[in-house]
């Protein structure tokens, strides 16, 4: 697990390998939850699935697309980030959190492969 952030901007990442595949969860903020599913498979087959009224598939397939890019693998990003009248700026620093989130996912997925050979 990955996180970033404090207290109410408090974003975490937890990534879990599905046979060949891969599912992250990101959640975080005042209510972890599930918002959105975003399924990738190749760069041009994203399907999102999102729960009513949640805008929280801008963070999944925004993750998606960076992820897949780095690892290459079909994933699947569970988000689910939730704040009580969050206004724009801490949305923004949501949304920064969640990036730094993948950005050290990545960075630690890097490094296991360079391990391994």
Same mark, same amino acid.
């Given at each position: 697990? +990955? &996180?970033?952030?404090?207290?109410?901007? *408090?974003?975490?990442?937890?990534?879990?390998? =599905? %046979?060949?595949?891969?599912?992250?969860? #990101?959640? %975080? %903020?005042? /209510? /972890?939850?599930?918002?959105?599913?975003?399924?990738? /498979?190749?760069?041009? $087959?994203?399907?999102?699935?999102?729960?009513?009224?949640?805008?929280? $598939? +801008? =963070? &999944?397939?925004?993750?998606?697309?960076?992820?897949?890019?780095? #690892? %290459? @693998?079909?994933?699947? =990003? +569970?988000?689910?980030?939730? #704040?009580?009248?969050?206004?724009?700026?801490?949305?923004? #620093?949501? =949304?920064?959190?969640?990036? *730094?989130? +993948?950005?050290? !996912?990545?960075?630690?997925?890097?490094?296991?492969?360079? @391990?391994? !050979?």
């Amino acid at each position: 697990m +990955v &996180s970033a952030g404090e207290g109410r901007y *408090t974003v975490r990442l937890e990534s879990y390998n =599905v %046979g060949k595949d891969m599912l992250i969860v #990101i959640t %975080g %903020g005042e /209510e /972890e939850h599930i918002g959105s599913a975003t399924l990738i /498979e190749s760069k041009d $087959h994203l399907q999102t699935m999102i729960k009513k009224g949640h805008q929280d $598939h +801008v =963070v &999944s397939e925004r993750m998606a697309n960076i992820i897949y890019d780095t #690892i %290459g @693998k079909d994933l699947l =990003v +569970v988000c689910g980030i939730h #704040i009580d009248d969050a206004s724009k700026e801490e949305i923004d #620093i949501l =949304v920064d959190n969640a990036q *730094t989130c +993948v950005d050290r !996912f990545i960075s630690k997925e890097a490094d296991g492969r360079r @391990k391994r !050979f």
